[in-house]
């Protein structure tokens, strides 16, 4: 069931009738047990059988974290996730990276890396104490499996949404409601006007790269990067938006991170959610910058190298990983502090090197990145088609970011992403939003286009 497909707008409609008739009639627990039921129908939407392998590592997490203080409890805890996800997405990679042929057909579940992470997350912090037991197996359920955030994220922690799941304030609203259409609506557009549009020129370049001119290759290269970004943004924004009507809070997933003045400005702006996880999961606990700058570095590798393998089980993934990790450890040498450049050409620098590492992330192999790379520096002719898309979504991506910066800059802020949300209580408000819904209506590709961050 994905978010953009008609299916899905009648469910989420439902779902939203059944929440307000729970919370008018019934109790939170009613409530909470109906968006679980619903919960486990979206995601059971692409194959039932994933809802038992859910309902394994949930009830895994709620045992283990119940007596985490003790040793093998907590191991439990920590290694069932890593099991079930290094069985369903790595067991014939390694094999046949080892030369060993496969005799499994393992289906991959849908979002499977997003919530063993969630649940990793709540047993480890329960463990360090950072949070508490959760006692109430319905509210652990719902928080592991809540169907906006479950097949491709953002990865919420439990300490940030299991307290609302305790709050019984936590309703639909009408000032929730308004604000959540406005978040999904620019989530559609990100998705179905923009990155589903990129997606038919970055398709046809990357599936022969050797039939195309050296800079249309570099226009599908920068296509891509505004392609991923829009589609999982869009995403985000869309799951961020569902919860948000049925009233509960989740954070920004994406702040602009294409102004970012270099790459480890980028990490966190780029997809926080999981570089804040890798950060306080795996780069701190392998002790971080704690143990001087070689041990800093050799864990700033291990953590992207790792990261890059979480996004698929593919040695282009893990070498995507390896190139931001060299990045990264290089920024950590003084002389990054030295180099005076003016920031709009930080920037154009820092984007230039991420499309770069997007090739590898794209590519179907390395023979097909390297073939790109080789047309790219060798000046090779070919097809030449300069893609009007591209240009549009440059365009768009450029002005709001410019939008997102005067914004704060007025109101004395950091920038923590942005949405432009208007009071739909008046006429200029509703036009705009109605205006807005047109546009994507009469713009949107109507192609099946899965969102990228499905297969990972």
């Known amino acids: 069931m994905v978010f953009t497909s008609p299916v899905f707008i009648v469910f989420f409609i439902l779902v939203l009738l059944g929440t307000l008739i729970n919370q008018k009639f019934f109790n939170e627990k009613t409530k909470q ?121 953002p990865i919420v922690r439990a300490a940030d949404f299991l307290p609302q799941l305790h709050e019984d304030g936590r309703k639909i609203t009408a000032e929730n409601f308004l604000i959540g259409i406005q978040i999904i609506a620019i989530g559609f557009f990100k998705k179905t006007v923009l990155a589903d549009h990129l997606s038919i020129f970055v398709d046809d370049v990357f599936r022969v790269p050797v039939a195309f001119h050296w800079a249309t290759i570099i226009f599908a290269v920068v296509s891509y990067a505004m392609q991923i970004y829009f589609d999982f943004s869009g995403y985000s924004d869309i799951a961020i938006g569902c919860a948000k009507c049925l009233g509960y809070d989740f954070s920004v997933n994406f702040n602009l991170p294409y102004i970012s003045q270099n790459v480890t400005e980028f990490w966190r702006r780029w997809h926080i959610s999981l570089s804040s996880w890798l950060r306080d999961y795996l780069y701190i606990p392998l002790g971080g910058n704690r143990l001087g700058k070689k041990r800093q570095l050799i864990n700033l590798m291990i953590t992207m190298l790792l990261g890059g393998l979480w996004h698929g089980a593919k040695w282009t993934f893990v070498f995507w990983g390896g190139l931001n990790g060299l990045a990264l450890c290089l920024e950590k040498f003084s002389f990054k502090n030295k180099i005076n450049l003016l920031k709009p050409l930080k920037i154009l620098l820092t984007f230039a090197f991420i499309s770069f590492t997007w090739i590898f992330f794209r590519a179907e192999n390395f023979s097909d990145a390297w073939i790109i790379i080789k047309r790219i520096f060798t000046l090779q002719n070919g097809i030449t088609q300069p893609f009007m898309w591209t240009f549009v979504a440059l365009f768009i991506m450029i002005i709001s970011e410019f939008a997102a910066l005067i914004k704060a800059k007025k109101s004395k802020t950091e920038v923590k992403g942005f949405y432009p949300i208007f009071d739909l209580s008046t006429i200029t408000g509703m036009t705009i939003f109605f205006t807005f819904v047109g546009l994507i209506l009469g713009l949107a590709f109507t192609g099946e286009n899965p969102f990228v961050y499905f297969q990972f």
Do not use: M
């Open 33 to 153: 047990i109906f968006l679980l039921i619903a919960s486990y129908f979206f995601y059971g939407w692409w194959d039932w059988r994933f809802c038992f392998l859910l309902l394994f590592v949930t009830g895994a997490s709620y045992l283990t974290a119940l007596y985490s203080k003790n040793k093998f409890a907590y191991f439990t805890g920590v290694i069932v996730p890593l099991i079930v996800l290094g069985i369903f997405k790595y067991y014939n990679f390694f094999l046949e990276s080892l030369g060993i042929a496969s005799t499994l057909k393992i289906i991959l579940p849908v979002g499977i890396s997003f919530y063993t992470f969630q649940a990793l997350s709540y047993v480890i912090d329960v463990h360090r104490e950072k949070i508490s037991v959760e006692k109430d197996f319905i509210k652990l359920a719902l928080y592991i499996s809540f169907f906006p955030q479950l097949v491709a994220g």
